[in-house]
């Protein structure tokens, strides 16, 4: 069984940088693409970024520049580094894994990211 254990969450203060991870556990599987979702208080689910088995990158507008999505295939585990955050990047994040032969999506738990002075 394939499971998704998220890391690093916490509070930052404005302008301040806080890195988070997301470990797949398991065997016998290869990792498509992975990425990361947050969800901010009374809104949906929105997409930060993605990251495909090459380690090409794609993130939300609201992100570009100063988040970066990076992954160790050896260690299947996906990192997001946030810099420069803002009050509105408070959310609970969200890592996902596109497992080749799985039918659907794994999510991560979840972890707050609390923006604030």
């Known amino acids: 069984q394939v499971q998704l254990v998220e890391f690093g969450g916490g509070l930052v203060q404005p302008g301040g940088s806080l890195r988070l991870s997301c470990a797949a556990s398991?065997?016998?599987?290869?990792?498509?693409?992975m990425g990361w979702y947050r969800q901010a208080p009374g809104k949906q689910r929105e997409l930060v970024g993605t990251i495909g088995s090459g380690g090409g990158a794609n993130y939300a507008d609201a992100v570009q520049g100063r988040f970066a999505i990076s992954r160790d295939n050896a260690k299947n585990t996906v990192y997001l580094q946030m810099n420069s955050l803002k009050p509105e990047d408070t959310a609970v994040y969200y890592c996902?894994?596109?497992?080749?032969?799985?039918?659907?999506?794994?999510w991560g738990q979840g972890t707050q990211v609390t923006v604030s002075s």
């Open positions: 996902y894994a596109v497992i080749y032969g799985f039918t659907s999506t794994l």
């Open positions: 398991g065997s016998g599987f290869s990792i498509y693409a």
